[in-house]
């Protein structure tokens, strides 16, 4: 199944078409508690993780850890960014505001780009300064058109640009660092669970199995993900995660019947235009790098 499942292009798709599709599961915990899914989502994620990483013949043995103490600690960092991604995810999807999460991964790519230009000292290219630039008025505008910033959207934006960047500094394979990661965050989501509702119980009108299954919605397309992820190009890669915010948006505005005003429109095409202008470089990049003759995937 590994074997087949290492088919990369379409694997890395399925996984994003999956994340995509999020929000109509999220859509029957509306009103649950946010520290419960989350505690929930962690707990059962950890043993769904440690089964799936031991089909995996590569994978850094728990004994030698320690022996990359920077990779523990960076994991450690990357666990914390998981849960701010995973808690204001959560909320956006069981409060109704779809649009957020789309947004916010839509801007994404934009705050990889600053950030590998700031921490890792990469050019930025003529295109890809305008489209920070493009992203940038877009949120500008609707900050002082209706003073509102959509906090939500860039808080997932900003932590899962960062939890990439972090990515960079940790040498483990993939399994075995999203596994630590989910250990790192269990004490955190425990204290945040004790603190915020030491007296709330599970709403009742929410099925317990509902809580549970947040482990595998969350685990089986960040595995297909990483399972491809070495047997897929990076441009297919790039291309295939806006099929998640796209799917969200439409999800958000045709399913959930969101509105979607002049403001956010505005700041959504400035995105989109900054998205686009990044899409064609990459794409021209790529086809150059590629001889004539032959077309091969990896």
């Given at each position: 199944m590994i074997k087949y499942l290492q088919s990369g292009p379409l694997v890395v798709v399925m996984a994003f078409i999956l994340w995509g599709l999020t929000p109509l599961f999220y859509k029957y915990l509306s009103g649950g508690v946010l520290t419960h899914i989350l505690i929930y989502r962690v707990i059962?994620?950890?043993?769904?993780?440690?089964?799936?990483?031991?089909?995996?013949?590569?994978?850094?043995?728990?004994?030698?850890?320690?022996?990359?103490?920077?990779?523990?600690?960076?994991?450690?960092?990357?666990?914390?960014?998981?849960?701010?991604?995973?808690?204001?995810?959560?909320?956006?999807?069981?409060?109704?505001?779809?649009l957020d999460p789309s947004l916010g991964y839509f801007i994404n790519p934009l705050f990889v780009i600053l950030l590998g230009y700031i921490f890792l000292k990469e050019k930025l290219s003529l295109f890809q300064m305008i489209a920070v630039f493009s992203g940038t008025s877009g949120l500008l505008f609707q900050l002082f058109s209706v003073r509102n910033l959509p906090i939500l959207a860039l808080i997932m934006g900003l932590s899962f640009a960062l939890y990439g960047l972090i990515r960079k500094f940790i040498h483990y394979d993939a399994i075995t660092s999203v596994t630590l990661e989910t250990f790192w965050s269990l004490p955190v989501s425990l204290i945040l669970f004790i603190y915020t509702d030491p007296d709330v119980t599970t709403p009742s009108e929410i099925p317990c199995i509902l809580y549970i299954m947040t482990a595998p919605v969350t685990v089986i397309p960040l595995v297909l993900f990483a399972v491809a992820l070495n047997h897929t190009s990076l441009i297919v890669t790039g291309l295939a995660q806006y099929i998640e915010p796209s799917m969200q948006f439409l999800i958000a505005v045709f399913i959930f019947g969101e509105v979607i005003h002049y403001d956010e429109l505005f700041c959504f095409s400035a995105v989109w235009l900054g998205l686009l202008l990044c899409i064609i470089e990459s794409c021209y990049r790529h086809y150059r790098q590629i001889p004539v003759c032959k077309h091969h995937t990896r």
């Open positions: 059962f994620s950890i043993p769904l993780l440690l089964g799936i990483r031991l089909l995996f013949n590569r994978r850094t043995l728990f004994r030698d850890l320690l022996k990359d103490k920077r990779s523990f600690v960076f994991c450690m960092i990357a666990g914390l960014l998981m849960i701010i991604s995973w808690s204001s995810f959560i909320y956006a999807l069981t409060n109704h505001q779809v």
